[in-house]
């Protein structure tokens, strides 16, 4: 366990493995200055109702400014800050400042943030999570925890113990990148889920694999039967998007609608481009799923 072997464990340098591992540590090393020296940042993407077209929350994205590397991908320092333990004080951080940014800047829209498996694990998080909605004031009912299937798998009943205890207090919960983790479909009916987000590498593909599309219609009715949202992650252009709409889909966020951005550069409103191609597809004068239905 790399929480409890620390920096007192010997490392066994595989060959050729030397210059990975030397990079983790040198992640996890600078990560514990980072915190205190202000080097984590929020960055906020929007998600938009397609049957009103307008923005209805925000994710929470960690970036990390680090001196000398420039900005580190959390897909790179999320997984180390995992096997060391220190995911736990970062993601304390992320909620209280999420939260913070919810009761001053994001006042009219609901904020999603991610959980880790190993935050989700610790056993104060439930009372962490009530702490920080205490602090900052936001009503439960405006605050959105994103896991991933990989939460649920390890031990499944404390995990619906602990989101039962979450859904008392009243925040949402969402399952993130649905479809790619080890999960199984009786997830979705053991599971309180107020939303499922469909993983982008469905909506990336839907155009041109028709196992995607179906995948993604699927989740939609799912979704409906289950009366949760459906949110679809990774729309990168107006023909998916119109894709989605078409499909009942409820959600949908990805750069099309809006880069992740700090406060200071928040996108408050959702492209021309996109509200004019939702009216058209009203007006039902886009072809644009042809392509979807061809089999390949
Ligand atoms: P995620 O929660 O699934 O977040 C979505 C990721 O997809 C984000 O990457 C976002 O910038 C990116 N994305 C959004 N729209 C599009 C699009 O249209 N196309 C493409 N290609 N990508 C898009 P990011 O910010 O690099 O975060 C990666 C992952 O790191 C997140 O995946 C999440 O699992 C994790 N993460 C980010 N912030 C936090 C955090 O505060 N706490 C924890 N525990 N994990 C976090
Ligand atoms: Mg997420
Ligand atoms: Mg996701
Ligand atoms: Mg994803």
Redesign the pocket.
Known sequence: NAKNGGRHTYCVFQPGMGDEVRQRRALEKDMNTALSAGEFE??F?PRMCLASARIVSY?????WNHPERGLV???EF?PVAEASGQ?VP??KY?LAEALRIASSTITTASIS????PV?FRDRDFVDDVRRAIETSGVPAGRIEL?I?ENTLIEDDARALAVLTRLKEIGVNIAL??FGVGYSSLSYLSRFPFDCI?I??SFV?EAQRNYGSLAIIETVVRLGKALKMRVVA????DTEKLCLLAQRGCHEA????IG??APTSKLVRSIPEEVSEALDRLKFGGLQVFEAANQKN
């Open positions: 929020l960055f993407q994710e929470a994205l960690i970036r991908s959390p897909a999320i995911i970062i993601g992320v943030i991610n959980v880790s935050q994103e991933t993130d990148d987000k993983d982008r990336s992650e990774g729309v990168e966020q990805g750069y099309l880069m992740p």
